[in-house]
């Protein structure tokens, strides 16, 4: 059964910093390509970041480029995010998702699909004084 | 960044409903596009991928459609553990952006 489970959440001033953990059971992690998407309270589901599977590619979204930083260890089977100078729109439940590469047919050829087919549990961060 | 629109925010429903839920995107994303279903306090659950490919898994009273700027989500006959919110994903380019989510709630 696949399972992914967040840890590392917790209240935290602005300015600070926190590292979230994933760990990955049930299938082969090193295959896979993850990120990690969060949701504000109340608010809709916002992407904020990408890594391949051998973590040679890596993505962002523009709200926490610099910020932070996500990486992986295929040997602990384990997905991080390092999450610096936080601020207080930081607030959120931070998901960890597989994310599937496939194919689809369409007009005459294949083309590249992506898609979220795990997600973790989620765990809260709350950036407030 | 790619903009996605979702209509409506909101509706009401009653139970063997047909249920249109509408996405645009700013600008063409082929058929690069997700839905996903999010019920109170739980994790997305992906529905449809490709814009019209059904997950494994879930009943085919929902299904997808579209391409290029516009989607839509069909639940055929809604039932009572379809009332959630919906959110429509694109895949296209980075950064990957969702729609601000439609929720769906009892008549």
């Known amino acids: 059964e696949v399972q992914l489970v967040e840890s590392g959440g917790g209240l935290i001033q602005p300015g600070g910093s926190l590292r979230l953990s994933c760990a990955a059971s049930?299938?082969?992690?090193?295959?896979?390509?993850m990120n990690w998407v969060r949701q504000a309270p109340g608010k809709g589901l916002e992407w904020i970041s990408y890594?391949?599977?051998?973590?040679?590619?890596?993505y962002y979204a523009d709200s926490v480029e610099g910020r932070f930083t996500i990486s992986r260890d295929n040997a602990k089977n384990s997905l991080f995010l390092q999450m610096n100078s936080l601020r207080a729109e930081d607030t959120a439940v931070y998901y960890c998702?597989?994310?599937?590469?496939?194919?689809?047919?369409?007009?005459?050829?294949?083309?590249?699909?992506?898609?979220?087919?795990?997600w973790g549990q989620g765990t809260l961060v709350t950036v407030s004084s | 960044a790619i903009q996605m629109t979702q209509s409506p925010s909101s509706l009401s429903a009653s139970v063997g409903d047909r249920v249109t839920i509408t996405c645009r995107a700013s600008?063409?994303?082929?058929?690069?596009l997700g839905w996903y279903q999010q019920k109170p306090g739980k994790a997305p659950k992906l529905l449809i991928y490709?814009?019209?490919y059904l997950q494994s898994g879930v009943p085919s009273r929902f299904s997808g459609s579209g391409s290029g700027t516009d989607f839509t989500l069909t639940i055929s006959s809604l039932q009572p553990e379809d009332f959630a919110t919906y959110y429509c994903?694109?895949?296209?380019?980075?950064?990957?952006?969702f729609g601000q989510g439609t929720k769906v709630e009892i008549k």
């Open positions: 049930g299938f082969t992690f090193s295959d896979y390509s």
């Open positions: 600008q063409g994303i082929r058929n690069d």
């Open positions: 490709a814009a019209s």
């Open positions: 890594i391949s599977s051998s973590s040679t590619t890596i």
């Open positions: 994903l694109q895949d296209y380019n980075y950064p990957w952006t």
């Open positions: 998702t597989r994310d599937v590469h496939s194919n689809y047919y369409d007009s005459g050829r294949y083309y590249p699909a992506d898609y979220f087919d795990f």
